[in-house]
Nanobody, 121 residues
């Protein structure tokens, strides 16, 4: 089992920045790829970014490429999402997940409870 707890969400103006963090406990943190997903009101959950087990590979949704950066610290069992240039359409609940190195929701076995990000325009 892996337990994931997100933090760092909040309210920010368009163009601003936020940094989300996800703390993991339980089974070996480095054994899993880590992903960030988001779900806006009335929409399906969607992929944002993932980082490989070693941290050497990252992959982003086109909608966030160039604005968001995912990183991980296996020694501290944390994964982060730095979000710059935020837009109103980035408003969503953001979820941290642990699983395989893909962008598919079904490939992630463990999920956090989510953290709300609201971007005002």
């Amino acid at each position: 089992q892996v337990q994931l707890v997100e933090s760092g969400g909040g309210l920010v103006q368009a163009g601003g920045s936020l940094r989300l963090s996800c703390a993991a406990s339980g089974r070996a943190f480095s054994a899993y790829a880590k992903g960030w997903f988001r779900q806006a009101p009335g929409k399906e959950r969607e992929f944002v970014a993932f980082i490989s087990r070693s941290g050497g590979l990252t992959y982003y949704a086109d909608s966030v490429k160039g604005r968001f950066t995912i990183s991980r610290d296996n020694a501290k069992n944390t994964v982060s999402l730095q979000m710059n240039g935020l837009k109103a359409e980035d408003t969503a609940v953001y979820y941290c997940a642990a699983g395989r190195e893909t962008a598919r929701i079904s490939d992630y076995d463990y999920w956090g409870q989510g953290t709300q990000v609201t971007v005002s325009s």
